[in-house]
């Protein structure tokens, strides 16, 4: 037992703990990251395919009417921003505390040039931007969660303003999902065979496809949902229904 004061106690087992609760929550906040772009970008295959996607969601099927049940999607938004602030919170042990320590960190890493601990400092950054932009984007999912589909969503795009918040976000959380993924295998060891040099060199290959495969997929979405928000700015908060004439090809009637 340590009986000298104001020294840490190294036969604890609160730091392991930690980590595994870390890592589990950054592991399910990855899939979810990874299954959610997936989801959004459901917008490349048509306003009917995104609006299919939404109903699902809500769980529309179980519904007589249109509109579902918004309150899944909030309940879902609460569960992952609880999520996101029990990592958050845990992650920040690791974080340096102060601009001094973050610039003695800043010049090992420089002085360093090791890859994996310019991975770390990357997601320490993307970390320190979604705790920002990624609370303001789940508090309105939560509390606009019956306002999610291909024209609601493109209007919050333009119409909202939140167009720089998104692209600014996108960057953050793919490349924070990503590189988080490839550390937790390297850190765990998940994948490491017979060889684990030549693992490591695999993983960071996949990483590296996953990385410019999400960020493409998700500037994809994020172009299509600006060109409806800006065909759909006359009618902004008009909700899509199927079947609809698309508003990017105005008939006579919409154009009155």
């Keep these: 037992m340590n009986n000298v004061p104001n020294t840490p106690n190294f036969n604890s087992r609160t730091p392991a703990r930690l980590d595994i609760v870390q890592s589990i929550s950054g592991l399910i906040l990855g899939f979810f990251l990874w299954v959610?772009?997936?989801?959004?970008s459901s917008i490349l295959l048509g306003e009917d395919a995104?609006?299919?996607?939404?109903?699902?969601?809500?769980?529309?099927?179980?519904s007589s009417g249109e509109e579902?049940?918004?309150?899944?999607?909030?309940?879902?938004?609460?569960?992952?921003?609880?999520?996101?602030?029990?990592?958050?919170?845990?992650?920040?042990?690791?974080?340096?505390?102060?601009?001094?320590?973050h610039k003695i960190l800043r010049d090992q890493v420089s002085m360093m040039r090791h890859t994996d601990?310019?991975?770390?400092?990357?997601?320490?950054?993307?970390?320190f931007i979604m705790f920002f932009l990624g609370s303001?984007?789940?508090?309105?999912?939560?509390?606009?969660?019956?306002?999610?589909?291909?024209?609601?969503?493109?209007?919050?795009?333009v119409s909202g303003h939140m167009w720089p918040v998104y692209f600014v976000l996108l960057f953050a959380v793919e490349l924070h999902a990503t590189i988080g993924m490839y550390r937790l295998s390297i850190k765990w060891g998940i994948f490491d065979g017979k060889?684990?040099?030549?693992?490591?060199?695999?993983?960071?290959?996949?990483?590296?496809?996953?990385?410019?495969?999400?960020?493409?997929?998700?500037i994809a979405s994020f172009a299509a949902y600006i060109k409806i928000g800006l065909a759909h700015q006359d009618q902004a908060g008009e909700k899509y229904r199927p079947g609809d004439p698309a508003l990017l090809y105005p008939s006579e009637e919409t154009q009155k």
Excluded: C
């Excluded at 995104?50 to 179980?62: D, N, W």
């Excluded at 845990?90 to 102060?98: H, I, M, N, Q, T």
């Design 36 to 40: 959610h772009i997936i989801l959004v």
């Design 50 to 62: 995104m609006y299919f996607v939404s109903g699902i969601m809500e769980a529309r099927f179980l």
């Design 68 to 101: 579902g049940y918004p309150i899944l999607v909030s309940l879902t938004g609460i569960f992952i921003f609880v999520l996101f602030v029990v990592h958050a919170a845990v992650a920040l042990r690791k974080f340096p505390s102060s601009w001094k320590q």
């Design 117 to 127: 601990t310019y991975l770390w400092y990357t997601q320490f950054l993307t970390g």
């Design 136 to 157: 303001i984007h789940l508090y309105m999912i939560i509390i606009e969660s019956d306002q999610i589909g291909p024209y609601a969503s493109a209007d919050r795009f």
């Design 195 to 218: 060889n684990p040099r030549a693992t490591r060199k695999r993983l960071s290959a996949i990483k590296n496809f996953l990385t410019v495969f999400f960020l493409v997929l998700g």
